[in-house]
C-alpha cells in the first residue's frame, strides 16, 4: 500500500461524521430479472470512447489533457487508451457531474460504471477519475472533492466527502469515507461499478457484489472539472484501458448491474468469455510461428548460442543453445481463466533445472525489475542424463486480498532409465493440466501424480510476455516440438490422442530440390508422399491421388496446387505447399523467381531513339537465370524470342526484332522470352530543319518580280542533336511552293516574287521537311 492510500485510510477514520462500518462480503453473484432490469433511465453522462471522447448523453464538453488517448479493441467497439504519464480527460463542470444532493440533507443516490484493463498495476495509486481536488475556500464557502475513484495498486477503489462549511459557520458538515475492491486481477477486462444510495456504498465486479460500506453523509458539490484518468494535482495518471464510462443519478440494482455485465459479454464474448479452444500451436517446423487463427507468433531473442531446425516428433522441431530463447509478447489468448492445457515433446541436452516455458507478469512487481510469473514449466536432468523430471508451478487468484498467491508444484517425479527405460535425450511427452485448482501431469499419454484440490481456482492473469526457453535467469538447452496451448482441460483421452500423433510425412529429396526453386510458370508434380511412423522407421508410400491426401498453398499468386500434387509456379515469392495425411502434415517451403530478359547498353541506346521511316534491328537478347545468375545470349530469330509494339502507330517491330519509326511520339518495347518479359521505351523522333536569322529576314520580304536564293539549310540531327550546313544545291534537298501565283522556287533554292501575299515554302532533305511561311511585297 502506497503513502497516499495509507493517508487516505487515515483520513476516512477522522473525519467520518456518520457511521462507518467496513464490511468486506463474498463475492455475490447476481441472479438478473431481465423484466426488471433497466440500464438506461437516469443515465446522465456517457463516455463511449468510440474513437473519440464524446460526451453521448448530455453532451457534456470534454477535452484532452496533455496528450490525445490513443484507441484498442475493447468491449463495446473500441476503448480508451491511457499512457499513464500524461493522456487524460477533462469534462467541463456542470450540474450534471454534481451527482450530489444538497448539504442540508443527503437524498443523494448515483452509479459510477466502467470497463477497465488494468494491465500492469504496480504498487500506486492511479486515478480514473476525481471531481475536482480539494476546492478549499471559495469566496464565503469551503468545498471538498465530492467524489473519487482511482486504483491502490491493483484494488480499484472509492473515496466520497461531504465536507462543506460556509464562512458564517451557520451550516458545515464533515463527512468523509474510503472504500476499496481487494477483487482485481492485472490484465484482463472487467466491469467496475459503484453504487450509493444515500446509506451504502458498494463495489461490484463484474456481476458480483464486492464489497460494500455503511456511509450516511453523502457527498458535496463543487464547480470545478471531472478528471478523467488522472486527478486534480495531475499526478496520478492511470495506466491501462476504459470502457463504456457511464454516470447516473440514481442507484443501480443488482439486476441492472446485471444487465451492464451482459451487455459487455454479448459485446465482446471473447474478451470475457473466450471460446475453449487451442490458443497457441508452436509446430517448430523451420520457424516459431503460431499456427492458430490468433498468429502469436514467436521472436528469436538471444545474445549467444543458437535456434535450430531438425526432425522431430512431428515435422521439424526446435534446438535451442545456451543464450538462445523466443518470446512471445503479450497476448490475451494466454491469460487463461480457471483451466488450461499445455503439452509438448521435449529432450534436454544439458543437466540441470532448466525451462521450458516462463510467463512474465510484471504486475505485482515493486519496480520494472521484478521478474514475477504466472505459471511456469521447467526440465531438470541429472546423474549423466539418466534421470529426468519436470515439473510446473503457477499463481493463483487469492480472493481475500489484491495479491496472488503462489500455489504449491507439481512434477512427474523421478523418470530414470532404470526404472522407465528413458534418457533426458530421448523425446518425452508432458502435459499439465489445471481445473476447479486441481493441478494433474501426464508423461507419455498417461497421468502421473495429481496435485490435490486448492480454495483457489483462477490462474492470474499478465500483461507479460511468454518466454521460452528462458526465466531470466537460466536458459534451456535441447530440443522441443509441438508446443500447444489451450485455454481449457483435456481429458485423459485427449491427452492420449496429443501424445500419438507422433507420424510426419516425407516427400523424396529430389522433388523437394525441384520445388525449393521453381521458375515461374514451370510445374513440378508430387507423385507421391511417404507416411513414416517414427517409432519403427517404416515409411509407407502413398499416391497423391489416393483420397486420403491433400495439399493446400499458402499463398495462390505464387504457387498453386491440385488435389494431384501437380504444384504450378504463377509468380515470384515464396509459398508453402502443405501436404496432409491422415491429420498430418508436411509444409515445403517454393521459392518462385523469373528470368531476366535483357539487352546490351549499345541496343537499349540505339532503341531509345529511333528516326521516324528509319529502322533499328535487335539481334539478340540476354537471359540471366533467376536462381544462379548465369547470362545466356539468344539470337531473336529464336522462337521463344518476340517482340511487341504498344502502339503500331508509332514504331512496328518485326518477329526478329526490326524496330522501323512511324510516326514521332512514344511507346513500349516489350521483348519475352518464354515466361519471361521485359520493356523499354522507343522514342520515334525526325531530323529538324531550318534556316539561319538572316534567311528568314529575307523571306519575308521578297519583292515582285524579284528574285532571292536560299544558300542553304540547317538540319539537326534528332539522335546526337549535332546541327549540319547542307547546300540548297545538294541533291537531296528540294525545295516546294503552297502557291506558284505568289512565288516560284528552284530546285536549288531560289525564289521568285510573282504577286504580292504569302504562301508556304516546304523545305525537305532526306525524309523529313519544314514548311516557312514566305512573304511577296510590292
Not at 488517448?69 to 450534471?96: P, R, W
Not at 485455454?487 to 510426419?504: G, P, V
Not at 534491328?617 to 548465369?630: L, M, R, Y
Request: proline share 2%; glycine share 8%; hydrophobic share 30%.
Amino acid at each position: 500500500m502506497t503513502k497516499k492510500s495509507l493517508f487516505k485510510r487515515g483520513l476516512a477514520t477522522v473525519l467520518s461524521g456518520s457511521l462507518a462500518l467496513s464490511l468486506f462480503v463474498a463475492p455475490t453473484p447476481i441472479t438478473a430479472n431481465a423484466a426488471t432490469a433497466d440500464i438506461t433511465s437516469n443515465l446522465v453522462a456517457h463516455w463511449k470512447f468510440d474513437g473519440n471522447i464524446t460526451e453521448t448523453v448530455g453532451g457534456i464538453p470534454t477535452e484532452y489533457g496533455a496528450r490525445a488517448l490513443t484507441y484498442a479493441k475493447g468491449i463495446h467497439g473500441q476503448a480508451a487508451v491511457f499512457n499513464g504519464t500524461d493522456s487524460y480527460l477533462i469534462a467541463d463542470a456542470c450540474e450534471t457531474l454534481d451527482l450530489g444532493s444538497t448539504y442540508t440533507a443527503n437524498t443523494d443516490a448515483f452509479t459510477i460504471s466502467m470497463w477497465l484493463n488494468m494491465g500492469d498495476c504496480k504498487d500506486t495509486t492511479k486515478y480514473l477519475l476525481q471531481k475536482g481536488g480539494d476546492d478549499g475556500w471559495k469566496g464565503d464557502y469551503y468545498y471538498s472533492t465530492p467524489y473519487e475513484l482511482y486504483l491502490n495498486g491493483a484494488a480499484p477503489s472509492v473515496e466520497l466527502s461531504n465536507e462543506y462549511q460556509d464562512s458564517s459557520s451557520e451550516y458545515s458538515t464533515s463527512g468523509h469515507n474510503y472504500l476499496s475492491d481487494k477483487y482485481a486481477d492485472g490484465s484482463e477486462w472487467f466491469l467496475y461499478t459503484l453504487t450509493y444510495d444515500g446509506s451504502r456504498i458498494k463495489i461490484y465486479h463484474n456481476n458480483e457484489l464486492i464489497n460494500q460500506l455503511n456511509y450516511t453523509d453523502g457527498i458535496t458539490k463543487n464547480d470545478m472539472d471531472l478528471y478523467i484518468g488522472t486527478n486534480f494535482d495531475l499526478d496520478d495518471y492511470y495506466k491501462g484501458m476504459m470502457d463504456d464510462l457511464r454516470m447516473y443519478t440514481r442507484t443501480l440494482s443488482y439486476d441492472d448491474v446485471e444487465a451492464l455485465y451482459n451487455a459487455g459479454v454479448a459485446a465482446n464474448k471473447e474478451a470475457l468469455n473466450p471460446t475453449k479452444q487451442l490458443v497457441a500451436y508452436y509446430k517448430f517446423d523451420g520457424n516459431l510461428n503460431d499456427s492458430t487463427a490468433f498468429a502469436n507468433h514467436g521472436e528469436e531473442v538471444s545474445a549467444t548460442g543458437t535456434i535450430n531446425y531438425g526432425w522431430g516428433k512431428s515435422g521439424q522441431a526446435l534446438t535451442m543453445g545456451n543464450g538462445k530463447y523466443f518470446e512471445i509478447p503479450y497476448a490475451e489468448q494466454l491469460n487463461f481463466g480457471k483451466e488450461y492445457t499445455i503439452s509438448f515433446w521435449v529432450k534436454q541436452s544439458l543437466e540441470g533445472n532448466r525451462p521450458i516455458l516462463y510467463r512474465q507478469n510484471p504486475a505485482y512487481g515493486q519496480n520494472d525489475n521484478d521478474n514475477y510469473y504466472t505459471y511456469a514449466i521447467y526440465a531438470d536432468s541429472w546423474s549423466e542424463g539418466e534421470c529426468f523430471s519436470s515439473f510446473a508451478k503457477q499463481y493463483l487468484f487469492d480472493y481475500s486480498s489484491w495479491c496472488p498467491g503462489e500455489s504449491s508444484e507439481i512434477s512427474t517425479n523421478t523418470l530414470s532409465t532404470d526404472s522407465n527405460g528413458i534418457l533426458a535425450s530421448d523425446w518425452k511427452h508432458i502435459a499439465y493440466t489445471f481445473n476447479n485448482g486441481e493441478l494433474k501431469c501426464y508423461f507419455n499419454g498417461t497421468l502421473l501424480t495429481t496435485e490435490e484440490a486448492t480454495e483457489f481456482t483462477k490462474i492470474v492473469n499478465s500483461a507479460g510476455s511468454l518466454l521460452i526457453g528462458y526465466d531470466g535467469d537460466t536458459f534451456f538447452q535441447g530440443s522441443l516440438d509441438e508446443l500447444k496451448i489451450y485455454n481449457r482441460c483435456l481429458n485423459i483421452s485427449e491427452i492420449r490422442t496429443e501424445y500419438n500423433r507422433i507420424n510426419a510425412i516425407t516427400i523424396d529429396s529430389a522433388t523437394i530440390t525441384k520445388l525449393s526453386k521453381m521458375k515461374k510458370g514451370s510445374s513440378v508434380t508430387i507423385a507421391n508422399i511417404g507416411f513414416k511412423n517414427v517409432n519403427t522407421g517404416a515409411v509407407s508410400n502413398i499416391a497423391s491421388s489416393n483420397s486420403s491426401v491433400s495439399f493446400r498453398t499458402s499463398n495462390s499468386a505464387v504457387a498453386t496446387v491440385t488435389n494431384n500434387g501437380v504444384v504450378k509456379a504463377v509468380g515470384n515469392g515464396t509459398a508453402t505447399i502443405t501436404a496432409v495425411c491422415n491429420g498430418i502434415s508436411k509444409d515445403i517451403k517454393i521459392t518462385v523467381k523469373s528470368d531476366t530478359v535483357s539487352i546490351t547498353s549499345a541496343q537499349v541506346k540505339s532503341i531509345s531513339t529511333v528516326k521516324k521511316g528509319k529502322s533499328v534491328t535487335i539481334n539478340s537478347i540476354k537471359v540471366k537465370d533467376g536462381f544462379t545468375g548465369a547470362t545466356s545470349t539468344i539470337k531473336s530469330s529464336n522462337s521463344k524470342v518476340t517482340f511487341k509494339s504498344s502502339n503500331p502507330k508509332i514504331f512496328k517491330v518485326t518477329n526478329s526484332g526490326k524496330i522501323t519509326g512511324v510516326k514521332n511520339g512514344s511507346a513500349k518495347l516489350t521483348i519475352t522470352y518464354g515466361a519471361f518479359s521485359r520493356v523499354y521505351n522507343v522514342n520515334v523522333k525526325s531530323d529538324t530543319i531550318s534556316v539561319t536569322s538572316a534567311v528568314s529576314k529575307k523571306l519575308k520580304a521578297i519583292k515582285v518580280k524579284k528574285s532571292y536564293t536560299i544558300p542553304s539549310i540547317k538540319v539537326k540531327d534528332a539522335i546526337t542533336s549535332k546541327t549540319s550546313t547542307i547546300k540548297s544545291s545538294n541533291n537531296k534537298v528540294t525545295f516546294t511552293s503552297s502557291n506558284k501565283k505568289i512565288f516560284t522556287v528552284t530546285a536549288k533554292g531560289k525564289i521568285t516574287g510573282k504577286k504580292a501575299g504569302s504562301a508556304t515554302l516546304t523545305i525537305k532533305y532526306n525524309g523529313f521537311s519544314k514548311s516557312i511561311t514566305v512573304k511577296i511585297v510590292k
